[in-house]
């Protein structure tokens, strides 16, 4: 039965982690995979998740299976980090999942089960993998368009051109913040224009947050999702806990599913009847973390601190990249890295002009150009802005 196997396509990202680690010049410098690294290339644990794990340590009795749906405190801090603390409670059914993936994973299962012949709309360009899980579904992808090429900025006019095709049953997938991968945002004034469209069409929106307080802040990268939850009948917001409480590995994500009040236990019986048939229960120890430094003022104020570090020191490396690339260039065309927010951006080069800088440079991104900001330090910004000018970008 296996020899009827095929081989899968290797996935790009995680293929290029494996050739950068192959590459022995000393100097390299790699800016694929989405992990945040420190100026001396660590991912280390944030000290509130280190103080969170020995007080969990010191007070957990029981390794028992626990919630099906996930852990209610888990539920309620989530919420109230994505959409304030006046969150619609009676609108809304929770599932922890399995990381940002699962979250997504899952809401698209659920956006099936309401409606077997759902379209789902998904920028172009989008994280991969949500087309790559969408088309294993055999669930019918429509793009829209998002990303102008030469602008490196959003295409708003065209985006909304082709929302205003998406039909009641389909779900528009759209990224809460820090756009993977291009690092292009909508402003709220567009935020708004996009929940108005959605009106009209009827389609569900779905918002993938992976990188709250990677941006413009905690809040400010949730406004967003807030007006959105605001203005529509239903919403899907597919929340990741890898990035900003840097548990990557924990597998630690919330799905939140908006709708009307009179809906919401059953939805809640069908999100926790899609854990039963993936695996069960979610893994519980990335939800008490986060539960735990969310409501611990001390641990609270401790990973905001932190998160705010993290956060400006991206924004540090963007304004150097940027700021070398003027110098370099004499015009202000790489500005744009110093406007974009979160962890990429796309530098808007050619497959052969990021080839020339891995064989010239031994600087690693992703071909569409895709460069992860957290890769760089203050040493390595002049090498790029020099291997970006000497490729012709
Ligand atoms: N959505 C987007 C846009 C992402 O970039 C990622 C992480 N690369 C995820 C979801 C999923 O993250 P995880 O499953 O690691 O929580």
């Known amino acids: 039965m296996f020899s009827n196997l095929k081989p899968q396509p290797a996935d790009k990202i995680l293929a290029l982690s494996g050739l950068y680690r192959a590459d022995p010049r000393e100097d390299k410098i790699d800016l694929g995979v989405g992990v945040y690294k420190t100026a001396e290339g660590k991912t280390p644990i944030m000290t509130a998740i280190s103080k969170a794990e020995k007080i969990l340590h010191e007070t957990e009795t029981t390794k028992s299976y626990a919630g099906l749906a996930g852990q209610p405190d888990f539920h309620a801090a989530m919420a109230s980090m994505v959409l304030g603390e006046g969150y619609p409670a009676d609108r809304l059914a929770f599932l922890s999942t399995v990381g940002g993936t699962g979250a997504c994973r899952q809401a698209f299962e659920l956006a099936r089960v309401a409606n077997p012949d759902m379209k789902v709309w998904v920028s172009d360009p989008t994280w991969p993998n949500h087309i790559t899980i969408l088309n294993f ?62 009106l009209e069409t009827g389609a569900t929106p779905m918002i993938d947050l992976a990188y709250q307080g990677f941006g413009d802040g905690l809040e400010a990268d949730a406004a967003g999702t807030r007006l959105m939850a605001e203005k529509m009948p239903e919403l899907m917001i597919a929340a990741s806990c890898s990035k900003n409480f840097g548990i990557y590995r924990e597998r630690t994500g919330c799905l939140m599913v908006l709708g009307d009040a009179a809906n919401t236990a059953v939805t809640q019986d069908n999100l926790s009847k899609l854990n039963r048939l993936a695996y069960s229960f979610p893994p519980f120890h990335g939800q008490a973390l986060v539960a735990k430094v969310l409501t611990d003022p001390t641990l609270r ?79 390595s910004v002049p090498l790029l802005a020099k291997a970006i000018v000497a490729a012709g970008v």
């Open 137 to 198: 579904m055999g669930v019918e992808v429509k793009p829209y368009r998002y990303f102008d090429n030469d602008a490196r900025a959003v295409a708003f006019d065209a985006m909304i051109e082709d929302l205003k095709q998406a039909k009641k049953g389909d779900v528009v997938l759209l990224h809460g913040c820090c756009h993977n991968p291009t690092g292009a945002n909508l402003t709220l004034e567009q935020w708004a224009v996009v929940a108005e469209t959605l």
């Open 301 to 379: 104020q401790e990973w905001e601190d932190e998160l705010e570090a993290v956060r400006n020191g991206m924004l540090g490396l963007r304004e150097q990249l940027a700021s070398e690339l003027r110098q370099l260039t004499n015009s202000d065309r790489f500005d744009f890295l110093a406007h974009h927010r979160g962890m990429f951006s796309r530098l808007g080069a050619t497959e052969e002009q990021v080839l020339k800088m891995r064989e010239d440079n031994a600087i690693y991104m992703v071909g569409d150009s895709r460069l992860n900001i957290a890769g760089l330090n203050k040493t």
